[in-house]
């Protein structure tokens, strides 16, 4: 099927549309239904009667329409949230972000070690179920229409600072796992990120008049173009020098925020996006095995409810430390749910260098499950949020 490419992907938009419209037609988020279109029809769909369903094999040849959708997703985040916001408010970020990283890191690593991981491998399941999906909270912002609440803020600026520590984190870890020779290798690339980061958020903070005069271009197409190929191209190069593509893309937003092109490039690029980040999620599904997953079930169960109830009551007092209103700070609470592309990311470093079965084989497969089950979840607590809201004026007024 795949050497007709032209029909390949004319099957799988037409069922991301059909599981689309089904999830809205019962109320839900479009992102697990786009999830579960990929394992359906990829390389492990279950067969019946000898007939496989597998339509797509490979998730190569639509692998850069799947990193063009982070891009633009975390570009948009940037544009909506602003840089001067973020710095201004710095102080109520951290104070927020502290509440979030000090009740739900520490969870996650006592769940694997209640698991009998070793000390190293419970860490890396802290990472994993700690990390909030940077690119599903920002899809489910968009299509709630929240993104322009005070709670949007709060809840980007708070991801923003779990990403963080995640990378700086991973990091370390990493280094024990490869082992001592490669520390100053690591330590150059993380030195060598930060310098990118330094210098893209000088260029974002100070260089928003320039950035006004060079794209102010009177044709549509070339204003398209000119954006979307400076926002892949900055953030490519930052993945060359060790920065998250999904990171700088922020940052290139954050840029735009401060121009006066802002609706110009909503109303041009907003279709691009959703159609790029629905194959994000796509290719998701993809690469994700049904059997792998079924072995490690009762992990990922236990692991779901214990972390995302945690989740809740420390993106709550999260949202109530930044400010935020009782009904603002269950918004947040729900948001923070979703675990997703970090968390993969993760799994897919510890299938190669991993140097235990737990860490090669166990950790990856749990992974899969969870941020598939919690980014289903997540999407369902968002949109319940009123849910989260009552129990916490519960406790609250009581």
Sequence with gaps: MTSNLVLTAGLFLTLLTIGGLLALRVGQSVIPAYILVGVLIGPFAPSVGGVSFTLVESPAFIRLLADLGVVL?????????????????RTRFARAGAIDIGISLPVGILVGLVFGFTLLEALFVGLIVFNSSTVIIAKSL????????????????????????????????SAFVLGAADVASLGRTIGQAAVVLLVLGLVAYYGGEWIDRAFDVHSSELFLLGVLGVTALVAGLGLAAGV?????????????????????????????????????????????????????????????VVTLLCQLVSGYFAGRGYGLSVEQASRMASALAPRGEFSLVIAAFLVTAGTTDALRETIPAFTVGYVLLTSVLGTVLMRNAHLVERVARRYTDG
Excluded at 149 to 169: M, Q
């Design 73 to 89: 997703l975390l570009f948009f985040v940037g544009l909506e949230l602003g840089l001067t916001s973020l710095i201004q408010k």
């Design 142 to 173: 968009i299509d709630l229409e929240w993104i322009v609440n005070p709670e949007s803020e709060a809840i980007l600026g708070v991801v923003v600072i779990e990403d963080i520590i995640t990378a700086a984190v991973f990091a370390v870890l």
């Design 244 to 304: 998250s593509d999904a990171i700088v893309a922020f940052v290139v937003g954050a840029a735009f925020g401060q121009t006066s092109h802002v609706e110009r490039i909503e109303s041009l690029l907003a279709p691009s996006r959703n159609l790029f980040a629905a194959v994000f999620f796509f290719v998701i599904g993809l690469q994700t095995n049904p059997r792998v997953v079924v072995s490690v079930a009762g992990f990922v169960l236990v692991a779901v």
